[in-house]
């Protein structure tokens, strides 16, 4: 996201019910009106108080150790929902194409192993934080990661990066009014809006341009 501050709240690509039966509309339009809003909000003001900021957020993560959690918090919760809105769409693209098919196939062996694995580590994750699908920016191999809170795969230091495709927002907030504490049937719901032509433009990106940040 190379784009200086203020940051503005990205339109969200379709109507708050789109997503129903597997996102109600109420948790859609208090997600993006008043969590990712909440997010950027403080992210803008916290940004106004510091110097010399990385071009952009991605750089910002690989760095976030050097900034304040509150920080940390803001700017992930604000890059992550973003990322997230356009994971999902009302008409998804339910299969991947080459080459992001090509290495699920070789990685997983087939999609369905592939989602299982993503279901498995968010519905083993604790707490409120985020699932991941991610490409090692070297070997180009998949890789899945569940982070804590707002973090997101750039803020962990690694040798080799790691940059995600796909996430899944595992917050209460995300499913609570529709799958109250029942987070499993959530995350089987939610790979019927996730759209795999999005995720498989992003593996493509990384392949034919690797982020400079
Ligand atoms: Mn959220």
Redesign the pocket.
């Known amino acids: 996201m190379a784009t200086k501050p203020p940051y503005l709240l990205p339109k969200l690509p379709y109507p708050y019910d789109a997503l129903e039966p597997y996102i109600d509309g109420e948790t859609m339009r208090i ?1 993006y009106t008043k ?2 809003q909440g997010y950027l909000t403080k992210l803008n003001y916290t940004l106004k108080e510091l110097q010399n900021l990385p071009d952009s957020l991605e750089e910002l993560f690989q760095n976030i150790v050097y900034y304040p959690a509150f920080l940390r918090n803001n700017a992930g ?1 604000h890059w ?2 973003t990322f ?1 809105w356009e994971t999902l769409s009302p008409k998804p693209t339910k299969e991947p194409t080459s080459p992001l098919k090509k290495a699920i196939e070789r990685d997983f062996k087939t999609l369905g192993n592939c989602i299982h694995e993503i279901s498995t580590r968010a519905g083993a994750h604790f707490g409120a934080g985020w699932a991941w699908l991610c490409i090692n920016e070297k070997s180009h191999h998949l890789t899945i990661t569940t982070t804590q809170n707002q973090d997101n795969p750039f803020m962990y230091e690694k040798v080799e990066r790691t940059i995600p495709l796909l996430g899944i ?1 595992l ?1 209460e ?2 499913y609570y009014l529709k799958y109250k504490n029942q987070r499993k049937d959530y995350i089987a719901a939610i790979w019927n809006v996730i759209d795999w032509a999005t995720v498989s433009r992003r593996y493509q990106e990384v392949l034919e341009n690797p982020p400079d940040y």
Do not use: I, K, R, V
């Open positions: 997600h969590h990712h919760g992550n929902h997230f927002d917050w907030h995300a």
